[in-house]
């Protein structure tokens, strides 16, 4: 198992939202109560309706959170990143996990139990609110997402994943690859590509190898109806 440096690890800790401005005496607690975790691309972190080990903490790599149907056809519901959480509700609550975690690339990640989370929370008032308007904010997140589902043709979905995807480093990179958006977005690989012909041939985006370059972000903004 990979070991990193005390005041390394504290620097990673005290970045994440969570546990910013957290006291010494409580950081020096966490990050011997955090255990670090691998996995290699493709494969299973944990499944749905398991009993939560915890909160998981991203390192490095890309982690996919996803449901499956009864036909066994996938809907990514989170792309995660460096410094995302992840399974917090579970986390909080005691349940089960209510999603899929695999990895899209080799991870790293760290496993904050839930015990020692409840502990935490119960005794620095700090963290419990900060954690509290965070979990807010994610909802807030997941009834847009919702409605772009339910209301949006897949041209305007796509054209609002782009737009952030050139903010959030979590939504790009190795692993995130057509099929991945697509899922995502809940169409298919077909209709993704559909999709960016048509925003390249409206001159709102360009492709360069690989890489989709946004030229024109005020027409990207006006296709995805912001």
């Known amino acids: 198992m990979r070991e990193m440096k005390p005041d390394r690890l504290s620097q990673y ?8 401005n957290l006291d010494p005496l409580s950081l020096d607690t966490l990050r011997q109560q955090v255990q670090p975790r691998a996995f290699d691309a493709d494969q299973i972190i944990f499944s749905e309706g398991d009993d939560a ?8 790599g890309r982690v996919k959170i ?6 066994g056809e996938e809907h990514i519901l989170h792309f995660l990143g460096e410094g995302n959480t992840f399974n917090d509700i579970a986390a909080l609550d005691g349940g089960s996990n209510p999603a899929n975690a695999a990895a899209l690339t080799n991870v790293s990640l760290w496993l904050l139990p839930t015990n020692d989370l409840h502990h935490l929370l119960a005794t620095n008032p700090q963290v419990a609110l900060r954690v509290i308007r965070l979990l807010a904010g994610r909802v807030r997140g997941l009834v847009h997402q919702i409605e772009d589902l339910a209301l949006y043709s897949v041209s305007i979905r796509l054209a609002r994943f782009l737009l952030k995807q050139s903010e959030d480093p979590a939504l790009s990179g190795p692993g995130v690859t057509r099929a991945a958006i697509a899922s995502y977005l809940a169409t298919t690989p077909e209709s993704v590509s559909r999709s960016l012909r048509t925003l390249e041939e409206t001159g709102a985006i360009r492709f360069d190898r690989h890489r989709i370059i946004i030229e024109r972000e005020d027409l990207l903004r006006t296709i995805a109806a912001l």
Do not use: T
């Not at 800790?13 to 910013?20: D, T």
């Not at 080990?53 to 490095?60: D, I, K, P, R």
């Open 13 to 20: 800790l005290l970045a994440l939202p969570y546990f910013e």
């Open 53 to 60: 080990a915890g909160m998981w903490l991203v390192e490095q």
């Open 66 to 71: 996803f449901k499956l149907n009864p036909e």
